[in-house]
């Protein structure tokens, strides 16, 4: 059985009382349907996954218009995902860069990921896994994901060597719509 991401975009942010309520409303009922809520540190936003079976997708998309009509759901489809450095371990911060790409950088940008700058994070200690998720009706179209186990890792010189590279330096002026958000988990 297929298994599908759904990202809820809040808007606001909440607190893990409130982001429990919303996930019981939104999981009740749907057998092997999980959430996960991570709050944004530098805003007023909330970031709620929910995976599981692809069949409980439309329910699930019906009872979040009708509990909280203000909220953004996008379906992600796996591209990569890679055990960290420290995997394994506990991963309460999430850092996510959402970002569109000119069309002509597109090959040039999944490559970079795929080869260079995914696996070089998931390198970095700190780092227990980085992951691609591609949002194909929607903008921004390409989400990393990193959960790390300390906040520190994010910005750690080994981060920040592999930030540095050549690749990275071409690639990134092609980013378009781009949005660099640290989380903590809530849920």
């Known amino acids: ?6 990202l809820v975009s809040l808007g606001e942010r909440f607190d893990e009382p409130r982001a429990r309520d919303l996930a019981r409303t939104l999981t009740q009922g749907l057998e092997g349907l999980r ?3 991570y709050a ?6 909330t970031y709620v996954y929910l995976r599981g079976p692809a069949g409980g997708l439309p329910e699930v998309q019906a009872r979040l218009a009708e509990s909280f009509p203000g909220a953004r759901s996008r379906v992600l489809h796996l591209t990569l ?24 950088a597109e090959a040039d940008l999944n490559a970079w990921y795929d080869q260079e700058h995914l696996p070089g994070l998931a390198s970095v200690p700190g780092t227990v896994r980085a992951m691609r998720y591609e949002c194909r009706d929607e903008s921004p179209r390409y989400l990393a994901c990193y959960d790390l186990h300390t906040r520190e890792t994010f910005g750690s010189p080994p981060w920040l ?3 540095a590279s050549d690749w990275s330096s071409r690639v990134r002026p092609s980013f378009r719509n781009t949005r660099r958000t640290m989380f903590k988990r809530i849920l």
């Open 35 to 37: 959430a996960v809520a």
């Open 81 to 104: 995902d890679l055990a960290g450095a420290s995997a394994g371990q506990d991963a309460p911060w999430h850092y996510i860069v959402e970002t569109d790409v000119l069309p002509e």
């Open 1 to 6: 059985m297929l298994e599908t991401v759904l």
């Open 161 to 163: 060597a592999v930030r």
């Open 40 to 45: 944004a540190l530098d805003e007023d936003e």
